[in-house]
């Protein structure tokens, strides 16, 4: 083996192999292997670990992770299905999934359109990149049986995902429920519900325990309101706007809004309608997201702890992964209600 220093290869015509690594470090080309996919644990020396970790920084060497994954049936990515990144709830959702995942795998996101349910037909495009895994925001039973047998998943905030299938879902229940109990706590016994009409079963969930709540204390929950079709700031003021006049005349005191991006639209329209929140209107929202805390008056929501979930999801892949056993196949993370400014009057 040389001692002297090799100069990195900057040439595209020299493709430095694991072969020539080997023989700079004095090793086989398998140690260079169990190196390179990070394996030495128990079976690589320190010293021999450090050789050829030195020999991959002189040669220049960078893994060949398309041959790899050729070689061994499957690659290092992960695919995360989220819908809308630029909302914060899934920024959260991917920083706890590469809290876990970062350092070994390759995160590939596929977005879907903002509060829909990700497609099959368009994750399957991504079949051919031979995933290691699969991450699942919000699909549904039929998305689930098109996933090959053979692939990984874990679903996120799936409550219809089926018992065979590991899932991390919000208690949304819960959420829904401590909502009904505040404002009731606080007199409100008319309300409006602002929902949105994208089919996933998370926001099905949350109507069907709020209402159920609400009935159970009593309280009015106004029925045939607007309904958006997306989750979309804008979208949700307009519902607001058409709805108004019939909130009023109900003497409504209050919009329990299924995510807090539509709340962000109520309380923009009901600013321009002249409406002081919360002494003539409260209005909820659900996610909690980072701007809620700063608004003015700050949104009273649900907090689902977004990044804590991307952590427990990713840790269940991962143990899939390993061959490790779960033993809880479908997690509920707790729901935690946030008190703020357009729901109380200090």
């Avoid at 995160?107 to 829909?116: C, E, F, K, R």
Wanted: glycine share 6%.
């Amino acid at each position: 083996m040389s001692n002297a220093p090799h100069p990195r290869s900057d040439s595209p015509t020299r493709r430095v192999t694991a072969a020539m690594v080997a023989a700079e470090a004095g090793v086989s080309t398998a140690t260079v292997s169990l190196v390179v996919n990070g394996k030495t644990a128990g079976r690589v020396s320190a010293a021999n670990e450090q050789r050829v970790r030195e020999a991959i920084d002189r040669l220049g060497y960078v893994l060949d992770s398309v041959g790899s994954s050729l070689a061994r049936g499957v690659s290092s990515t992960i695919i995360l299905v989220a819908p809308d990144i630029s909302n914060p709830f899934f920024a959260q959702l991917i920083s706890g999934v590469r809290q876990v995942l970062a350092t070994d795998y390759h995160l590939l996101l596929s977005v879907s359109d903002p509060g829909q349910r990700p497609s099959l037909t368009e994750v399957s495009r991504l079949f051919g990149q031979r995933p290691a895994g699969l991450i699942l925001h919000a699909p549904d039973p039929e998305f689930l049986a098109g996933v090959p047998a053979h692939v990984p998943v874990v679903a996120v905030d799936a409550p219809d995902a089926p018992e065979t299938v590991p899932a991390v879902n919000f208690d949304v229940s819960q959420g829904a429920r401590l909502i009904a109990e505040h404002l009731h706590s606080r007199g409100h016994r008319t309300i409006a519900y602002l929902d949105a009409a994208t089919g996933t079963a998370t926001l099905r969930v949350r109507r069907e325990a709020f209402m159920a709540a609400a009935t159970s204390l009593g309280m009015t929950v106004l029925q045939h309101l607007p309904v958006a079709t997306t989750i979309d700031i804008a979208a949700a003021g307009a519902s607001f706007t058409a709805a108004w006049p019939q909130m009023h005349a109900a003497q409504a005191s209050a919009v329990v809004c299924a995510t807090d991006t539509q709340a962000y639209g109520v309380l923009q329209e009901a600013r321009a309608a002249g409406l002081e929140v919360p002494r003539d209107l409260a209005v909820t929202g659900f996610d909690d997201l980072p701007f809620s805390a700063s608004m003015n008056p700050g949104l009273t929501s649900i907090n689902l702890a977004a990044d804590a979930v991307g952590v427990q999801a990713a840790t269940m892949l991962r143990n899939l992964l390993s061959d490790t056993s779960i033993e809880q196949r479908q997690l509920i993370w707790p729901s935690r209600l946030v008190v703020r400014g357009s729901s109380a009057l200090d």
